[in-house]
């Protein structure tokens, strides 16, 4: 399976552009001409604007795990949908909102449609790396150290209140959320596959909470703003409670998705279709980060590499085999947002990233 830690080589093929290349001969003009043939009837259409895989599959799984999430959760259908499509990207997620909005109950759900080993660490003030990645125990009657693999050893990684560790304990996840490893006393340990960190954190309260690193930030696929229901949804919540309905009972959402299912999907987004017009949208969108007047630090080629993954992903959890500019401006706030810095005096204005995001959409040229 492709380890998509969004590697910055560009000698690669991301878009997997390479199947519409013509063939050799087509483009050599000293290639020895054939007689020339009279049909029968007219040419078949170019087989190009046919749709090259089938996602009924991956769409009947995708809906079998909204619907399960869906026995709990009422509404937050965009949100499920951009976690759906990080799922299929390979990329981790950082959820941010305030308390009591089901945060913490989304990533345990969505981690229990998928048939893989699933493991929780709150972070807390005192916690330590070893606590996290594992450590080295002397074994007397072999007189050497065994390595004991921490709780991130698992496919499904959830963090609760990540902004809540100190630097020291932050700075542990580097590798294990880029590179997939963990290297302990000399020996470099691999992950299990799938591997997905699913983060959560609270903007409001600052008392015992340190701020992310931006090099830490800059790994997560995705940051989604987790926000309060609507007046009809809470009152189908309400109702539910008052009914008996335990939000709690986790064990009615079953699983749909096992390592290899999801191996399978993955393969099928790595294959969809980005047309070079869209690449350099891409491009240009996240360049403007980096000149805009209200940004005091841009995206990285990272952010590219993201926004990228992501669209794919999208597009095929909608049934496309084609990436589309609507795809990419959709995903730009969740793929930015974390990326960028404002600069002092657009804080001390009110601003945020997702206006400026908005702005820099806006501003660049939809490709036709």
Known sequence: MENNNLDTTFGADPAGLSGNVPALD?????APASPPETPSKPAAPEAAFAPRTDFARLTAQTDAIRAEIGKIIVGQTDLLELLLTAVLADGHVLLEGVPGVAKTL??????????????????????????????????QNKADFEFRPGPIFA?????DEINRAPAKTQSALFEVMEERTVTQDGTTYAMPEPFLVLAT??????????????????RFLFKLHVGYPTLAEEVQILTGHHAGFGST????????????????????????RV?????EYIAKLVGQTRAHKSLYLGASPRASLALLNGAKALAALRGRD????????????????????????????????????????QSVEVPR
């Open 26 to 30: 087509a483009l050599n003009p000293a």
């Open 106 to 139: 989304m990533a345990k759900l969505l981690s229990r449609t998928l048939e893989v080993p699933f493991s929780r660490i709150q972070f807390t003030p005192d916690l330590m790396p070893s606590d996290v990645l594992g450590t080295s125990v002397f074994r």
């Open 155 to 159: 496919s499904v990684v959830l963090i």
């Open 201 to 218: 954190q609270n903007p409001i309260e600052q008392e015992g909470t340190y701020r992310l690193p931006e090099a830490q930030l800059d």
């Open 249 to 272: 009972n986790l064990e009615a959402v079953q699983p749909i998705l096992s390592a290899p299912d999801l191996a399978s999907l993955r393969q099928q987004v790595r294959q969809q």
């Open 275 to 279: 047309e070079a017009n869209i690449l």
């Open 322 to 361: 084609f990436v589309t500019p609507e795809d990419v401006q959709f995903l730009a706030p969740s793929v930015l947002r974390h990326r960028i810095m404002l600069t002092p005096e657009r804080e001390m204005e009110g601003g945020t990233p997702d206006e400026v995001v908005k702005q820099i959409i």
